[in-house]
């Protein structure tokens, strides 16, 4: 059965930095794409950053270029993302995301109707 769990979010400084990780188990992990996304309260999901499965090509909503950074490790089947400089409008539920890897999907990477496959969510709360 395929299953992603994310872990690492909490309540944080503006300013402040996190990371989250997602563990994929079920399915071939290094055949697929993965994704991280958010959804603030009243808004909806939106994809913030992407990575392809050989981990060498990556993508950012430009809210967070430059903030946030994502990495994988196909070894221990889990997909990272590191954040800094944490600003209050980061605050939202994260998902994590994951879509067996295809040609010309890394165009496609920032919409949440790619993938196939959802984590259970992980809340990250930026606030003073």
């Known amino acids: 059965q395929l299953q992603l769990v994310e872990s690492g979010g909490g309540l944080v400084q503006p300013g402040g930095s996190m990371s989250l990780s997602c563990t994929a188990s079920g399915f071939g992990f290094d055949s697929y794409f993965m994704a991280w996304c958010r959804q603030a309260p009243g808004k909806e999901r939106a994809g913030v950053s992407y990575i392809t499965s050989s981990g060498e090509d990556t993508n950012y909503a430009e809210s967070v270029k430059g903030r946030f950074t994502i990495s994988r490790n196909n070894a221990n089947n889990t997909v990272y993302l590191q954040m800094n400089n944490l600003l209050p409008e980061d605050t939202a539920v994260y998902y994590c995301?994951?879509?067996?890897?295809?040609?010309?999907?890394?165009?496609?990477?920032?919409?949440?109707?790619?993938?196939?496959?959802w984590g259970q969510g992980t809340q990250v709360t930026v606030s003073s």
């Open positions: 995301a994951a879509v067996k890897e295809r040609r010309g999907i890394f165009y496609l990477g920032f919409g949440s109707a790619v993938y196939d496959h």
